[in-house]
């Protein structure tokens, strides 16, 4: 839990649960997937790396998407960039429990379109309680048939590891 003071009667303990699921693809199959899994999941914040969710063509580099029980922040791939795929893409979902959650601020890095993002949420749960949350999430590729893979190949997967570990830490420094 952020923000608050941890001394005296100020601070209110509250339980969430966060939970990570890569879901591979959030692109294809039910539009409702996201849905199922938050209802399967049971938790109030689900981190999602790796949903094959493009940007859409935005200038933003996210967009929220309103489900049934919660709220889904996307933080979309662009396939034409350098450190960027088709497997790519993040998403943050909210569910019901913080209410209507005030996003202080969205935050990616242009440098790896689709492989980290970040959301700072204030407000009350439904119970009157105040909160103050950051959530971070990122995407590394994966190295798989390292066998196979040309030194090029190797080389090129751990710049876009060391740029997304770069990434990151910026977003959990700056949100």
Known sequence: LGGGDWEGDSC???RIRVGLY???SLSRGSPDRLSHIA???RCDAILLPGTQVPNCGSESLHHTEPLPRGLAIHFGHCRAHAHSNRSAGCAIYLGSKFGRPNVQAVRT???VPGRAGAIRLKGLFA????YDFTFV??????QIFESKMTSQQ???IRHTTQLVAKA???LVDDT
């Open 109 to 111: 890095r242009k440098e």
């Open 154 to 156: 190797k080389g090129s």
């Open 137 to 142: 999430v990122g995407y590394v590729p994966p």
């Open 22 to 24: 890569p879901p591979l």
């Open 127 to 130: 119970d009157g309680s105040e």
């Open 168 to 170: 990151i830490q910026a």
């Open 39 to 41: 209802e399967e999941l």
């Open 12 to 14: 209110v303990a509250m």
